[in-house]
């Protein structure tokens, strides 16, 4: 699987005014519409998983153009517009922020069971993206919100935000499932941060590959010899530096996931990852054995390619990228223009482009 980008944006609180967030959701459900029609469901996707895309719809739709609160806005906004147009064109959204995240499998199946479709790959998708992010990619930020748009045939896309009260920023990741290769082995498309983090676990990275497979087999292993195991390691004097501290890693509870684990005995590390209740410490307190029994050192770097601006003209905190420079205005630009469109127009255009698409 790929992501298509990871954006850092300050942390604000509130909500979109009434009167504002109803005209998003008129809005996006006439940019939807026209997309889909123009370019078909499977573009609409691709739009929602491309981060720079998705800033530009949230400016065009009127919101706050940095802040967190655009991501769990438009997506609110998509989801509310695709209730009304969704049915029609083949394309839904489920999940959002907080409670109604959780709620993410149930409305998949009340979907499924409305249009007889196999949502079983969706969940599983859904679940997966959520653990990666929070587990396998610990960076700091705790997930808080998640949404998975899909299409009637079974494309989908995830975009989710997770929130780092301390430094006062949250950090959205898009997933684009016609990429998927892999859930748990270099999955970025595009990272774009406004900063990289100077210290991450990146169990996803390719350079984490053994720290993967050993982790998978120490899951295999009889749970007191493990524990046994973390008893030692307890007793050491870890590096400052490392990403660790025993004091963390509560010994009872790490116990019990060990013998849950165990029983479960996982094939691979995605399997490993999806079991309930194995979270980040059971994770790290693996990858940690597993460097002290195998020597094999996880990445800790994180996976941020760029950022999310476009650079200084002194260079300065790097060059200009002309070429996303570029790319960049010509999203925006198609952005715009299509907000411009007036609505007795947009009403005419659309009709002209469904008695064109009826005629083919």
Not at 82 to 88: A, C, R, T
Not at 302 to 329: E, L, M
Request: hydrophobic fraction near 40%; proline fraction near 4%; charge should be positive.
């Amino acid at each position: 699987m790929q992501k298509t980008g990871i954006a850092h944006l300050p942390l604000h609180g509130g909500k979109a005014p009434a009167w504002l967030f109803q005209r998003m959701v008129k809005l996006a459900r006439e940019i939807l519409y026209i997309l889909c029609l123009e370019y078909g469901r499977k573009e609409v996707l691709h739009r929602i998983s491309d981060p720079f895309w998705f800033q530009a719809l949230g400016c065009v739709l009127g919101f706050d153009w940095h802040s967190s609160g655009i991501t769990t806005t438009v997506c609110g906004a998509i989801k509310e517009a695709l209730k009304d147009v969704g049915k029609e064109l083949g394309i839904f959204a489920v999940g959002g922020k907080g409670k109604t995240a959780i709620k993410t499998p149930i409305e998949l199946d009340r979907i499924g069971n409305f249009f007889s479709l196999n949502v079983f790959p969706l969940i599983y998708a859904s679940r997966l993206t959520a653990k990666v992010d929070n587990v396998a990619l610990q960076d700091g930020y705790q997930l808080y919100h998640h949404s998975l748009f899909f299409t009637i045939e079974g494309q989908w896309c995830v975009v989710q935000q997770g929130m780092n009260p301390m430094l006062k920023y949250a950090r959205r990741y898009h997933w684009l499932g016609e990429r998927v290769k892999s859930f748990v082995c270099e999955p970025h498309y595009a990272i774009c941060a406004e900063k990289k983090e100077a210290f991450v676990l990146n169990l996803v990275a390719k350079r984490s590959e053994a720290t993967r497979q050993n982790s998978v087999v120490l899951s295999q292993e009889n749970p007191e010899k493990i524990y046994k195991q973390w008893e030692k390691i307890s007793v050491l004097k870890l590096p400052s530096r490392h990403y660790l501290l025993t004091k963390d890693i509560n010994p009872q509870r790490l116990k019990r996931n060990l013998i849950k684990v165990y029983h479960t005995s996982p094939k691979d590390f995605e399997t490993l990852l999806s079991i309930k209740g194995v979270g980040p410490k059971t994770i790290r307190a693996l990858a940690l054995i597993s460097e002290i029994i195998y020597g094999a050192k996880p990445s800790f770097k994180d996976p941020a390619r760029f950022a999310f601006a476009h650079g200084g003209k002194d260079g300065h905190p790097y060059p200009v990228n002309r070429k996303i420079y570029d790319q960049s205005i010509e999203i925006l630009k198609e952005a715009v223009n299509l907000s411009k469109i007036g609505y007795s127009e947009k009403i005419k255009a659309l009709k002209r482009l469904h008695n064109f698409y009826r005629g083919m």
